[in-house]
């Protein structure tokens, strides 16, 4: 799945032609040419490159990223093409050599692929409690311009928990229990740290009242008696929750996402390298 807040896109190893000793590999791994890894370090080398951070906080964020990456889930079979792949290619290497000229070019191109191909990829990361515990920190490193220039890429969905809940129950329409239980509670835990924060101690009581919510919300029966809207319960629940603080919320949770972001370190170094090399000349 490509994310339209931090583009959920990324990259592998940076082919010999990137001035790079971090990425450049004379030979591709298969994990190198597998499109989700492509597709994470592409992620991480367009949130560097939309954030435009000081050296001193590429600094501080390798440092926050330290023992925060998470292994990819298991996927089944993704569902790409060579020109997909070819695009994205491109598109790191833009991003690895801060081509201007060609990375809007290419991101526009790689979304046509992807609404003709339908391509599905699905290159979520988990949130590893490191990166949720450092999230707060990145996001208190900036500058307000920053958090602006970041605020701008968020969508609807990213800070809207009814939608995240309603999303989740019309996924899982025809799901087992099984199934059910596992998309409800993602649901339930995302809305609920947009809610609360990435305090768990906070969040963890609110996806439980949200988790309920949606049991209810699937086994209510049609008609009259069918359970309250979920909009409405939803309302009830928030009247009193700070429509800022949840923007802030659902930023900190793109950023331990970012942080768990297994290309992240080696897409850091990358950036600090190139710093030093233009420096020096």
Known sequence: MIRSTVFSLTVAAFVASVPSAVFAQK????????????????????????????????????????GAASTPAASGAQKVTPAFVKTLKALRNALAADDEDNIDTLRDKLHEIMDKDKIVLDDRVPISDTARRGAPLLVRGLTAAQVLAYVQ???????????MLET??????????????????????????????????????????????????????????????L?????????????????????????????S???LPAAIQHTLEQRRKASAK
């Open 27 to 66: 030979k591709a791994t298969p994990a190198q040419d597998d499109a989700r890894m492509l597709s994470l370090e592409v992620v991480a080398l367009q949130t560097l490159h939309r954030l435009d951070l000081t050296t001193p906080q590429l600094e501080g964020l390798l440092r926050l990223s330290k």
């Open 153 to 163: 890429i968020l969508d609807e969905d990213d800070v809207d928990p009814l939608d």
């Open 168 to 229: 989740a129950l019309e996924r899982a329409k025809n799901a087992d229990t099984a199934a059910w239980k596992s998309i409800r509670d993602s649901a339930a835990a995302e809305a609920a740290w947009v809610l609360a924060g990435s305090d768990e101690a906070r969040s963890r009581p609110v996806a439980k009242v949200l988790a309920a919510l949606l049991d209810q919300q699937r086994s209510a029966p049609k008609g009259k008696n069918a359970a309250p809207a």
């Open 231 to 259: 909009e409405k319960q939803l309302q009830q629940l928030t009247a009193q929750v700070d429509p800022l603080q949840m923007v802030r919320h659902a930023m900190e949770r793109e950023l331990a996402e970012l942080l």
């Open 261 to 263: 972001n297994p290309c």
